[in-house]
Structures are given as C-alpha cells and as structure tokens.
C-alpha cells in the first residue's frame, strides 16, 4: 500500500505564503516524477508544477515566479513554496506522485487535497 499525505493548506490573505508538503509512505521502491495540481470550484483540475526524480521543474505560467516545487528524495516528499499569493490561487491543491511499487507496478497517486484560501 502506498500513500500520499499532504499538510500546510490554510487561510492566507493576498501576498501572503503558504509552504505545503507531502509525504510518501508505504510499499515504494523509487518515485519517478512528483507534482502538485489544484482544482478550484466550477474549474478543471490543472498542473500547478512538477519536479522530476533528477531535479528537473516546470511550472503554470499562472505561478512562474512565485512558487517554487522541491523534494528530498530520501524522505519521499514533494514541497511547494506559494509566495505572492493571489485569490485566484484559491482552490484545493493535490500531490500526484509516479510510484514503483516494491512489487515493481508502475502506478500514479494522488493525495487527499488540501484547501488553500487567499482572501482578505
């Protein structure tokens, strides 16, 4: 079993910063790329950024220069850096990992979102 948990979500106002992270744990034997999406309401779930095994990023035009994606590999987790928040980047945020499983399944997760609301 493998699972994506997701943490640092909350209630920012405009130009504020939100750091979210997430976690993978269970049956892994190695991750392949990670990103993380967001969906916000009445809206189609969209890449926000991803970051490759090797280091290797590509961001939204939407949030070029103010978030940053990072993950330590030794730990299974992905981190975003949200820095000159909008209201527009109000939504609920997901974690998606590529995942080889220790039985060698080459499978795609998803975390359980987490909301982030920019709002004064």
């Known amino acids: 079993q493998v699972q994506l948990v997701e943490s640092g979500g909350g209630l920012v106002q405009p130009g504020g910063s939100l750091r979210l992270s997430c976690a993978a744990s269970?049956?892994?034997?190695?991750?392949?790329?990670m990103g993380w999406y967001r969906q916000a309401p009445g809206k189609q779930r969209e890449l926000v950024a991803a970051?490759?095994?090797?280091?290797?990023?590509n961001y939204a035009d939407s949030v070029k220069g103010r978030f940053t994606i990072s993950r330590d590999n030794a730990k299974n987790t992905v981190y975003l850096q949200m820095n000159s928040l909008k209201p527009e980047d109000t939504a609920v945020y997901y974690c998606?990992?590529?995942?080889?499983?220790?039985?060698?399944?080459?499978?795609?997760?998803w975390g359980q979102g987490t909301q982030v609301t920019v709002s004064s």
């Open positions: 998606n990992a590529d995942i080889i499983t220790a039985t060698m399944s080459d499978l795609d997760y």
């Open positions: 970051i490759t095994s090797g280091g290797s990023t």
């Open positions: 269970g049956s892994i034997f190695s991750i392949y790329a």
